[in-house]
Structures are given as C-alpha cells and as structure tokens.
C-alpha cells in the first residue's frame, strides 16, 4: 500500500537530534521501512510518508517532544492507531508524526464523582472494560472501539451505536489537557458537572482533529451502568418501511439506545461474513437496542415491537439471551469489514441528515448510484439520522474513480440541501476539506479560519487538515 | 436603586440619529428615566446606567441595529428581561444596551426531529409550556424560568433544578444565528444529531456571555416527555447525614432528575414565605424528584428511600400527588426571593465542587460565615455540586460589605483547592470577573484573552465581562 506514497521530505537534522535526547532510542522511526505503517489511516485511497515518527512513552517526553518540533516550526501530525476515516492523521510534508500509542495508562477512576482520567493512547474498549468492571457505562462506542484510542475519538469527537440516547464523546469529556502553540500546557474544563466560569475551550478542542494543540490527558464523564438491555432485530420488505418504523418509534417517545440500519447489500455482505442468520431476502434490516431499568426496557421493548409490526415488519426476533444480543451487535460491527472484501477499495461516507429526511436520502444514494453504475451499500445509525454509505470500488480503475467523486459530490449537495452535514462522525481530515465551505458558509468558514490562525498562527499542528492551507 | 447608578455619557449623536430610521420610536430610549430599568440585573450592589436603550421587534431591526452600532464602534450590551445574577447585562460606560425580549417569537416546533427554533427573547417558561403541549419536554429550568429569556440562558449557559440528569442548556442547542464582529449573520449547527463538520463554534458562544457576538436565532432539541415523575421530601438532622445520602444515592447507581439541598436557614426562610409545611427544625432538608418511565421512577424512589433511612433521615415525606409536587418544587424555587426579604442586600454565590467534596465545603461556609459575622444562608443543586450560599447582608454597611468581600475570597479559594469552579451556572459577568485567573490559571486564561481579541478586535461585544478590560 505504502508504495503509492509520495516520498517524504527529510526532517530537520537538528530536530532529530534533539529528540535522540529526549527518547528512547526504539521510539524513534525514520527508517522507510518502520514510516511504512504511518503512511495512512483507515482511509481508502490516501497515504502520505511522514519525515520521521516519534512514540513518546510519557506525558513528559510528549512535551518536550512537542516543544521541540514547535520551537524548529517542524509541522505536527497526532495520530492514536490509525483507525480514522477522514485521513486526518495523514502525514503532511516534512511533518513528525508523534504517535500517542504508548500513553496509555488509565491515572485514575474516581468512582464518588463518576469520572475516569486518562492518557490520550488508552484505547477505547480498555476504558469501557475498565469502567464496566467498577459497574460503571462509558457510553460511547465507536465502530472502531477495540483498537481506536481515546486521544483520536476526542480530536475526532467520535459518534457510535449508542448516539441516539447517549450522545457522542464530546458529551463524556469533562477535562482536556492540552499543548498550546507556544508551547504552553493547558488544563480545560474539571469535575464540576457544571462549571461555566469562562468560555467553553474544551469543546472547541473536542472535534478540533489536532489542528489546534496537541491533547495530553483526557477528564471522562462516567454514568451508572444500565441494569438490563434488550436486542431486537426487525425485518422489511423496504427501507421506506424501515424508515417509517423509526419515526414511528421517536413519536411514539421512546428513545431506544441503538436503532442501526443495514440495507439489503449490507445484510448479504454481513451474513456471508458473520454468518448470524440474518435474513438475506429482506430489503431493510433494524437492530434496535434498549437499555437501563429493567421494567422500562420491557416497556420500550414492547412499544418497540408494536411500532415495527405496524409499520409492516416482516420478521421480529428478540435475541433470546445476552450472548445472542452481542453476536448480533457485533455482526452489525463488522459491517465495514464485511463490505470491505467485496471490491478492493472500500470508501464509507458518512453523511447525516436530520432524522425526517431519511427514507429521502437513502433512496437518493440508491438512485446516485444506479446512474453511475456504482456499488454502493448503506448501513449507519438510523435514529440519529447518520448514514454510512459505503462505495465499493476499485481505485486503480481511474474511470470509476471519477463516477465516485461525482457520486459523492452529487450526494454532498443534497445532504446539504436537506439541511444535513458532511460528516456526522467520522471528521472532515483531508477526505472531506473540498466540501466544508459549502456547508458552513463564507462567515463561518471565515470564523473558522480566524480560529486556527489565533491558535496556531504558524500553522503547524496537523496542517492541511480540516481547512485548506 | 437607580439613584447609585454613574451617569452615563451621551451616545454618538449620528448613531442615534440612525437608530431612530431603524427602530418604532417607542423602541429606542433615551431619557434617563426610562433608562433606570435598564441601569442594573438581578446582581446586588452592580448598577450602571446605559447610554441608550433601543428595543428592536424583529431580526432584520436587531442585525440593523447592531451593525450601526459597530460600523460607529459604540459597545454592545445584549439582554433580555435581565434576571442575570453575575452583572453580565450591566451597561458599560458609553454604551448601547440591546433589550431582546422583543424577538419572542417560537418560529418552529419540529416533532419528528425534536426541535423548536426560536427568537432570543422568548421567555423560557414559554418554551417549556410549547414543548409540553406537544407531549415534549425542554429540560433545563434554570430558577428563574418563569421571567428569564432563552437568549440569557444560552449566553450564560444556565442550569437549573434538573441538571444532574438532564443536562444544562448548553446539552439543548443545537444551533446558533449570532452577529459576528464584522457585522456577518452566521449559522453555526443544525438539526443534525451528530455533526462534527469543522469546530464547535456554536459550543464557543454558549456561555460567552454576549462577549463575542450576537444571537438572533436559537434551535433548541427536545425529548420525549416522562411519563411519570415522583418528589421526596427527605429531612435530616445535620448537612452531613444529608450529604452522605447523596454520596449514596448516586452510588446505588440512581440519577434523580432533581437533587436539591437546602440548610436550616434556608429552610426557615422559605417556610416562613411559602408556608408549604417544611421541618423548620431540621438540619437540612433534601428534595429529590424522580423521571421517566412509571415502574422506573418507582424503582428509583425505593433506592432513594432506602438509601436516605440508611442515612439517618429523620423524616421522609412522598408528596401526595403532582400538585403537592408542584408546591414543594415552587417552594423550593422561592428560596431566593424568601432570603432576600430578610436584609436589604442578598448577594448569591454560586461556588461549585465535585460532588464528594460537598459536605466539607457547606462545612467551610459556615465557618466563614461565623468567622467574620455574617449571615449566610445555603441552598443548591446538591447531585451538580452546585451551591448557593447566599450572604444576606446589607450594602450601605461599608464594613460589613468589608467582611463579605474577605468571606467571598476565602470561600472562592477554598472551592478551588478542592477542584471546584467559581460559578456553576450564573456566569463570570463583572461579579466575578476578578476570581476567573485564578481559577483558569495562565495559559487559559491568556488564551482566552487571544479568542476575544479574534472575535472582537475593536472589544465592542459586552466590553469589561468575563475578562478584565
């Protein structure tokens, strides 16, 4: 894969030697055969060299790590394990790629204030296990929990299954410590459930993609884990059926914690790769969790299963116990995965929309893709209105490439159109930059721009990313 | 009160020439009677007149307005019916104050997606009766509800008696039309659940308290109304039993939706000013409420009951049915106005800790207040940490006013030494500006400075709040 990259500029001599004092002699990679693996991220059809690649080993290697590269104006680029979707820890020219991986201790849980500290290199399923185990619920759960880490879904303000009734990351972060362009290390935000003393600079480095510091310690919000869960899977001949099922379910006032959607490709490519039953024939699949007081569940569980049926489910089956439920959440996991062996080159969009404006865009993305001949599959997140269509491609095909960006361009436009948004989860990274001043705006693209100027006036963390240069 | 108030200085003859083209003249006020209104908030001891007031209808007179305003570098000052408690809507020397409680217009409520867009002035009671008449349910209720506009609430980032499960307001916008520094209109957000399209900016006005822009249009997110709701009133013989309830409560796994506390002082001011049959004797006094699902709530109610017997409640009192609750909670709301009846001066605090630092800061307080001879009475949001000591005092008593200062100082020390916050929900404004460096340390509180520099090069937004001059 690596072999497409372009080759990188060296790095500043001086910077290196510096940093052979600062880390351990195997933290330090500039050898073309270690850069390989730090060339891309989870993103189909972009990579790029970087110059070196350091893996601090502790918060204060990463300062004087970062302080060093800052004083010698050596571009910046964050990354945990690469599982991004958005190309944001691409390296860019020259830059050092500082790889978080290795910070990633768990300093501290706080049971009395429902609060986890951690390192930025914790991966996101250790903090879930880890709070599970004190009979605690970190919430978010992004696809890619079991090997993202926790610094990556807080620069990249992941979502997951679990957003229509938890919320995303940015909801579970009470404290950020940051590097500063000058160098300085700053503390944002505390344990205080509610704390509005100044503006709320946390919440613009959550999201940021590590375009405007460098995150060193992460504050979690924990909540009480739920005391009973509930798995549904409801069959359609449609996806229109499907899409009315959800309305029906919301107006119903029922916010079930998982509602997903795998259209009829998804499934077929999900059961061939998991082989849990699903139903092949179906045009629409929901899974649908619901979580918390047992009676409550059964409750929802039911309106749940009412609202489906009248809405012309075709097939309703409860997992029949906890192990059942998991192998069919995990199945909807693998979808990527699943996908992603059909064709050589899986691109997952991830365009939203609010949520009555569903059944619209997902018959849209089909007819996009008829008239393009492509192969395009979409499962996502249906109550929070987050599609992920996915193209299954083949980027050495230069044709088919071009039908994509159009598809893509043409798919943008009316997401827009209905008032939705590029990226519901996955980051604008240089994958999504061509299309964001289309969405925000001349006068807050404007703002934006002011933004990163004032915090990192000479451009060096991530540059490129989210913005144009 | 207005007789204290400095004079102002006129107002830019031309811009106010302009303004009377722009606005009704029953909208722009200029005669210093009709100015006293308009010359203090709900902050004791603040009180400054404006220069002029001008009352725009709609938004095209707001943006209007604004722009004169800025294009003439006259400052700002925004608000609403100016229920505030940190001086944030206090005019400034010079300055025009912009009244918002015309723009009270609700231009939509969404049921399928959850969300009502609305004009800042709209009284927030308001938004909560709409959303109920929906069957839907606007969560934050910050005390002053019955009066205060959303405009405030969102530029405060206020909170109320339910934030412990819900939330503050900041948790329910989900977009934001403000009025940049150069005069652009800018929509940050949108009805999309999941959005992370460029950085948080809508994140970075909530809270800024009218320091760098204007808002013109607020799109707030709704849920599903509980279906059934339950109040306790838990009696205690000292603050400690009540606080060691707390801890206990939340760690039996139980969100209520409301946890507040009242002390004995408190407790005897507002029985003897709403007559609802509290335990004047008791040492403190906890009012818990419980949401949701019917069995849920009622599951919930038996842990809280359980937990505070285990506690040492010396009394335990389930209000009877939804119109005692009512009472109980409107009591509790009260506990405000009931202090103020009993000196000329009642200044509430706002100080707020993690939640198992509680009971040694209650403790604190009253060894401050018994130190330096004052009277203070606390009330607060026990499940946030947030509490209200309020100092009933007396602010043509110089040396008294002396005494208050010292307390406050200590007590805002204290707060910080345990991981607390200055203010929990009433904001930075002039009151406590001096407090915001100590508590933000160096680097954050320089990098604030740099953001309002940014947004507002010429400091025309709100001048003085927040951040010293």
Redesign the interface.
Known sequence: MSSGAPPASPLDAELLAELRQLVPSDALLTAPEDLIPYAFDGTAAHRARPAAVVIPTDRDQLIAVVRAALRREVPIVTRGNGTGLSAGSLPSTGSLVVCLNRLDRILEL?????TMMVEPGVVTQTISSAAEAA?LFYPPDPGSMKISTIGGNVA??S?GLR??KYG?T??YVMGLEVI?ADG?????G????????????R??F???EGT?GVITKILLKL???P?ARRTLLATFASMEDAASAV?GI??A???PCTLEFLDQKTIRCVEDFAHVGLPVSAGALLLIEAD??P??VD??IAVVEATCRAHHATDIRAAADAAEATRLATARRSAFSALARMRPTTILEDV?????ELARMVRFIETVATKHDLQIATFG?F????LHPTFLTDERDEAEMVRVHTAMQEIVTMTLEL??????????GLA?REF?PQ??????????R??K???DPAGLFNPGK?LAP
């Open positions: 706080d049971p009395a204030n429902l009979d990249e303000n979502g957003g229509l995303v940015r909801d500063l300085s290390v700053c503390w944002l505390g344990k205080c459930v509610k704390d509005v003393a100044g503006f709320s600079l919440d613009l959550i999201g940021s405007l909540v009480p884990k005391a309305s919301i107006a006032k029922v916010v918390g007081n009676a409550a409750a929802e939203t929309v609010p949520r009555s997140h109550g929070d209105g987050n008032g939705g948004t590029i990226t519901g989860e996955h980051g604008v999504k964001l969405q925000l705006g001349d006068a807050s693209y404007q703002l934006h002011q933004i100027r004032t915090l989210v």
